[in-house]
């Protein structure tokens, strides 16, 4: 009886080249996503966006692209940057400064996608922690609940002063409590025209 092994390996190493020919493509996919990002259409430059958050790590390239985005006077735009930023992971932590400045965007949205971007970035962001600190008094549950899941540094944050659902003493829209969320909107679908 013939061991499978050698079949086995040749299929394990049909895998790792496919890999790696991925890998070499991921450079032109991020440079004509990069292309896309300067198109006068806002749906193209969008989906471009989206393009770049899927391929992760590898559209480090498009930092600087990125970043530029989070300023976009589109919410559904800075959304999705933040959220490609940390995707990318540590490699985006030149983009600190520009998650912590997202930590204070009027959509709540926006202010969790870069909350959660920076604890993706992990130790690189490490001077985001004050930043996300005063987060956890932010007026919406779920951006103070990104900030406490977990702080840059890697260790687990305190709980202790984050409103839960279940702890919140609300009445109506009058909060008794002091970090009582307020009640907020839905986030809106990415409809471009419609928010600005």
């Known amino acids: 009886m013939r061991s499978a092994r050698p079949l086995i390996l040749a ?3 049909l895998m790792l080249a496919a890999i ?17 990002l300067k198109s006068d259409d ?18 480090k390239k498009a930092l ?8 976009d006077k589109s919410s559904s735009m800075r959304l999705a940057a933040a959220s490609a930023l940390g995707n990318i992971g540590p490699p985006a932590a030149g983009a ?4 912590v400045a997202a ?6 949205y926006v202010r969790r996608s870069a909350a959660a971007a920076l604890a993706k970035i992990g130790p690189g962001a490490a001077k985001a922690v004050g930043a ?15 900030a406490a899941a977990r702080d840059p540094r890697g260790a687990v944050r ?27 909107p839905d986030v809106p679908s990415p409809e471009f025209g419609r928010d600005g």
């Open 132 to 146: 996300l600190t005063e987060a956890l008094r932010d007026a919406n549950i779920l951006v103070r609940r990104f």
């Open 96 to 99: 600190t400064g520009a998650l």
């Open 64 to 71: 600087g692209a990125l970043i530029e985005t989070l300023g």
């Open 42 to 59: 806002a749906k193209v430059r969008y989906h471009a966006v989206l393009a770049l958050r899927t391929m992760g790590p590898h559209a």
């Open 11 to 13: 299929g394990f190493v």
């Open 103 to 108: 930590l204070k965007d009027e959509k709540y």
């Open 158 to 184: 305190r709980r202790d002063n984050v409103a839960s659902p279940e702890s919140c003493s609300c009445r109506g829209d009058t909060p008794t409590g002091t970090s009582c969320p307020a009640p907020q």
């Open 20 to 36: 790696a020919a991925a890998a070499e493509e991921d450079a032109p996919s991020v440079a004509k996503q990069l292309e896309l």
